[in-house]
């Protein structure tokens, strides 16, 4: 090394950074929006404490899925279908795509006729990593910067942070309990002409409100006059009670084609962990969504998808009796709540069950801190579904970066055991809440 070289480099040693710089300006900016996650997060490592009978995160405590689990687990060690362990194409497995059409074509009485209700087919179908990811692939290829997002209030809160991390604005429309019903002349108030997504969820997490009929055709209507896509989020599709049969917006007519339909082996066949989910639209919609798919996850899990296909092969409709159990602990516990003097929506599907404190006089938080630390019950406080107005800069009132804190509701999870039921209920009844004193 000669003189000039070792000087040189001398100086750049001087130059040396012993920080790392910072994260994205984006992902910092979505920290501060983000308080929900943060509580959320907090929230569920309380709710796994020993001891605590956790209705908290929307799991199953049951195994899921036993066709699933056992073809998954046959084909990972059979050595005629060493092929299962290794990528499928990025749209997903062929015997799974083929088994979804199936599957709803019979299910929802699909064809191929006009007056809507248009047959699902192969290319109509794309597996991603849990409903979660076609969430986000969904909302990156229908809306960016300068486009709105219509969507209800309150609702799962990965829709207000997904349309904020793909540069879009969220828009909320205020649903009102108790029957949380979506009101059609606040949401075409809410339409404008930057309004490109609507995002709709039926059975819907938290509230449990499905959509009606006369429901449908009013979101079908405004999506087709101010020519929007819609996002239909139909995780909880096969839980519904008391005969409540779900209807699909891509049935509307003229809806099918700008329609993407989310859906999730998690939440069908209790399988959370498993991370298979798919989209549902046309193939000129499905090629956008593939762009991001590619640059994510490129494809969902090949053993897992296989097990799935065979289970939807096998469904007879009773998917081993989990609706039936949700809905009886559905009614259980409202009875149990109401007992206590809670006002109860009872829901229409889904894996909720809400509950508004305000009669006993205490917030939504503070309710829930009651019921870990009495009672040993873990819920989720309403806080978390209700977004504050992103366009509330200053906050209002309880608003801590993005959270309204001073929502007066909670959220039990209700796609548990039996058991697990019995003994939230034996709880809750033996519990003294303040205002009872
Ligand atoms: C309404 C809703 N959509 C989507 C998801 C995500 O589902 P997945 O596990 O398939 O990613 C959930 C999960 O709880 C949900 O409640």
Redesign the pocket.
């Known amino acids: 090394m000669n003189d000039a070289t070792s000087s040189s480099s001398a100086s750049k040693d001087a130059t040396i950074n012993t920080t790392v710089p910072p994260l994205s300006d984006m992902t910092l900016a979505e920290f501060r929006s983000n308080t929900s996650e943060t509580i959320w997060n907090e929230l569920l490592v309380l709710g796994m404490q020993p001891g605590v009978c956790n209705l908290g995160q ?1 799991f199953p405590d049951y195994s899921g899925s036993r066709v699933a689990r056992e073809a998954a687990a046959a084909a990972m060690v059979d050595p005629s279908m060493s092929g299962i362990n290794q990528y499928t194409l990025p749209a997903g497995l062929g015997s799974l795509r083929s088994a979804i059409c199936a599957y709803y074509n019979k299910c929802y009485g699909l064809h191929g006729g006009g007056g809507g209700k248009k047959a699902i087919a192969p290319e109509n179908v794309m597996i991603t ?7 986000f692939v969904s909302l990156k290829t229908l809306a960016g910067p300068g486009d709105e997002v219509l969507m209800f209030n309150p609702g ?1 809160p ?1 829709y207000l942070s997904t349309t904020r991390i793909v540069g879009a604005t969220p828009v909320l429309v205020e649903l009102h309990g108790p029957d949380f019903a979506p009101d059609m002349e606040e949401v075409e108030k809410a339409i404008t002409a930057k309004t490109r997504v609507l995002l709709l ?1 039926s059975p ?2 938290p509230c449990g409100h499905c959509y009606t009929k006369k429901e449908m055709e009013g979101f079908a209507r405004l999506a087709l006059k101010y020519n929007l896509f819609v996002l239909s ?1 139909e ?2 599709e096969n839980v519904t009670f008391g005969g409540v049969q779900h209807l699909r917006i891509a049935d509307e007519e003229g809806m099918f084609e700008r329609t993407v339909t ?1 859906c ?4 069908l066949f209790s399988l ?1 962990g498993w ?3 798919w989209a549902l639209s046309t193939p000129e919609v499905l090629k956008g969504l593939a762009v991001y798919h590619h640059n994510t996850s490129y494809c969902a899990p090949s053993p897992l998808q296989h097990g799935l296909s065979v289970a939807l092969e096998a469904e007879d409709g009773s998917f081993e009796d989990m609706p039936k159990l949700v809905e009886g602990n559905a009614l259980l516990l409202g009875d149990a709540l109401k007992e206590k003097g809670f006002a109860i929506t009872q829901p229409q599907g ?2 909720f069950l809400v509950a508004d404190t305000t009669p006993l006089g205490l917030k939504g938080l503070e309710c829930a801190k009651l019921l870990l630390i009495h009672a040993k019950v873990g819920v989720v406080p309403g806080i978390i579904f209700y977004f504050a107005d992103p366009k509330d800069s200053n906050g209002g009132s309880g608003n801590k970066g993005g959270v309204d804190m001073d929502r007066p509701l909670l959220r039990f999870a209700i796609c548990k055991r039996r058991d697990t039921i019995e003994e939230a209920v034996r709880r809750i009844r033996a519990m003294v809440f303040p205002s009872k004193h």
């Open positions: 929307g990593v849990g409903a979660t990811e076609a969430l799962f990965w969820n819907h997490n989020d995780v909880y989310l999730s082996a998690s939440k959370t991370r298979v989910g889904g894996h």
